[in-house]
Nanobody, 118 residues
Framework: QVQVVQSGGGWVQPGESLKLSCVAS????????MGWYRQKPGKPRGLVGN?????????VDSVKGRFTISKVNADDTITMYLEMNSLKPEDTAVYYC??????????WGPGTQVTVSS
């Protein structure tokens, strides 16, 4: 089984930065990618970006150039980061990470609130 925990989040003003962390542990050998999603009020959960086993990243257009996903692999954990710069009020959402095993399913983190307002 895979466990996923998140940390980070909070309230920032527009233009500021924030960094989220996500740690996958347990049976991580079959995880082929990890990703970040967000859910804005009244909207469905949507992809922010993801990172493959090899480190290839993909982002939605709205965050390209502002958000960066990275990861650190250890023997029994994968730690993924989401560095968010030049934050905008429209980035306000609950952010979720996922450890994806493909056909084996995905394991979601509990979510963390990010609020951008003045």
């Amino acid at each position: 089984q895979v466990q996923v925990v998140q940390s980070g989040g909070g309230w920032v003003q527009p233009g500021e930065s924030l960094k989220l962390s996500c740690v996958a542990s347990g049976r991580i050998d079959n995880i082929y990618s990890m990703g970040w999603y967000r859910q804005k009020p009244g909207k469905p959960r949507g992809l922010v970006g993801n990172i493959s086993q090899s480190g290839t990243t993909n982002y939605v257009d709205s965050v390209k150039g502002r958000f960066t996903i990275s990861k650190v692999n250890a023997d029994d954990t994968i730690t993924m980061y989401l560095e968010m710069n030049s934050l905008k009020p429209e980035d306000t959402a609950v952010y979720y990470c996922i450890a994806d095993e493909g056909l084996g399913g995905g394991h979601w983190g509990p979510g963390t609130q990010v609020t951008v307002s003045s």
